[in-house]
């Protein structure tokens, strides 16, 4: 089998300072890792990934060429090359551009008569993306065998395939969104030359993956309204002499890997202390990083008018929201968090009493605990505004004991595998999650565990070694024409 070559901004191990001054390898989690971990142990995998912080760099610096191999470090089987990418350079591609801006784009976050504003500021932190981008092609490049196959990961490496392609026109090139995809009336919002360099940086792979058709569905509008010169035919683009498939890869859970973690004594150590804290109480349950896009602060507003509204729930319901810290370095998040415990401080002052607290908020990431909620959940709230899959949705009916009545938005990309089975809300309408919490509250435990055992099954359907395959499959039938 060819080379496989992944390049992410994020890789498969980490590194902190230990107690003892030295470094401290930490294997990665997610999708991408788990799907690797298969295909790694029959064939030659390397993994260029960026420095993200200072051990990272240091780690990067004391190997040869930043190259990190498999037998010394914890990789899930790749070896490992860790760019160490200017940190000034690196901040304004991650923080000012992917992160402020095309994440913005793409989960139709901005403020309009306040945001976006591109002015020279943006326009250097723009080079530096082009200069992130092109160090990774650099990379690629010269790390690739021939005939290798190239797989460029997500928002942060959008002009990558091309600037790749340029440099090595042998390879097999395919690039993956994990985000949604902007349509073309929101999308056009970016400066016209950096709509172009995105559109026309993913159309140097020759296929391109998005998690549903409906994202899929977006990014070929884009290149039709947009990108000078495209032709868009059914699934295709061409554009500058050559022609991209665009193609939809869901991505599920590993249900088998998924259950073996969550049978581990600190889960179970969690489930009891979780269950002594709720009594025998019914329990709605979230799982969120405080990310603008996950609709915490609806969420909590939603609880709130359930209780305000179905006075019979007081004393007989606690809502479990977990809220990682997120992307602190930016103001808008930190705003954000705060409005989250605002928001849910009011929901304990108005409702609590001397035996009942209404609300639990645990900000502190805390793996096993997060697994132990999934398994005692009633309810599942997944709400987000917009959202490229959402593993939580997935995860959660798979670890559930008894069955839990899943509250989904119809805007989460999940929603095209598990609507059928889910309650469906619009993630902006306060009053109608409220109303869908009172009803999957009610949920006779027949229904919940048919509805659960149905949403277990279409989770696991694609589990994330099956997606990467998949992928991998899309460039060699891409190849053979």
């Known amino acids: 089998m060819s080379q496989i070559v992944v390049a992410s901004n994020r890789g498969p191990v980490s590194f902190t300072r230990s107690d003892g001054g030295g470094l401290a390898a930490r294997r990665g989690g997610g999708g991408l890792v788990s799907g690797l971990a298969g295909v790694a142990a029959s064939t030659d995998v390397l993994w260029v990934c960026a420095a993200l912080g200072d051990p990272d760099r240091e780690a990067a610096r004391e190997a040869p060429d930043g190259r990190l191999d498999r037998a010394g470090h914890d990789t899930g089987g790749a070896d490992v090359r860790m760019l160490d990418i ?31 504003h591109f002015d020279a500021r943006f326009r250097r932190d723009w080079q530096s993306y082009e200069a992130y981008n092109a160090a990774f092609a650099d990379a690629v490049a010269q790390s690739s065998q021939p005939d290798a196959k190239a797989v460029v990961q997500d928002y942060h490496l959008s002009l990558a395939p091309r600037m790749l392609r340029d440099r090595r026109p042998d390879l097999r090139i395919a690039h993956f969104s994990h985000t949604p995809w902007a349509p073309p009336e929101y999308f056009r919002m970016l400066p016209d030359d950096v709509a172009v360099a995105v559109l026309g940086g993913i159309l140097g792979a020759d296929h391109a993956g998005f998690l549903t058709r409906r994202w899929a569905d977006a990014f070929l509008a884009c290149c039709a309204e947009l990108l000078p010169g495209a032709r868009v035919s059914g699934s295709c683009v061409t554009y500058a002499g050559r022609t991209t498939r665009i193609g939809v890869h869901g991505l599920g859970v590993d249900g088998e890997s998924l259950r073996a973690r969550a049978a581990q004594s600190d889960v179970a150590e969690r489930q009891e202390s979780l269950r002594a804290q709720v ?12 990310e603008l ?83 005692l959940a009633d309810v599942l709230l997944v709400n987000p505004i917009r959202d490229g899959m959402n593993l939580v949705a997935k995860e959660g009916p798979v670890l559930s004991a008894d069955g839990c009545a899943l509250v989904l938005s119809r805007e989460a990309g999940a929603a095209a595998e598990l609507s059928d089975d889910a309650l469906m809300v619009n993630p902006y309408d306060v009053t109608q999650t409220a109303g869908a919490l009172h009803r999957a509250l009610l949920m006779p435990p027949g229904e919940r565990a048919e509805r659960t055992r149905r949403l277990a099954a279409a989770a696991t359907a694609l589990p994330p070694a099956r997606w990467f395959a998949d992928q991998l499959e899309a460039l060699d039938r891409q190849a053979l024409g």
């Open 279 to 290: 009594g025998d109480r019914k329990l709605i349950v979230r799982v969120d990083r405080t």
């Open 86 to 116: 200017p940190a000034a350079t690196f901040q304004r591609a991650y923080n000012s551009v992917a992160n402020s801006t095309l994440w913005f784009v793409h989960h139709l976050l901005y403020e309009t008569p306040r945001a976006p």
């Open 293 to 375: 896009s996950k609709n915490i602060v609806r969420g909590l507003a939603a609880y709130r008018e359930l209780l305000a509204t179905h006075p019979e729930w007081h004393g007989r319901v606690v809502h479990l929201a977990f809220a990682y810290p997120s992307r602190t370095d930016l103001a808008e998040y930190r705003a954000y968090t705060e409005a989250v415990h605002e928001t849910a401080r009011a929901i304990s002052e108005e409702f609590a009493t001397p035996t009942w607290d209404p609300l639990i908020v645990q900000v502190n990431d805390d793996y096993p605990r997060s697994l132990a909620a999934y398994s």
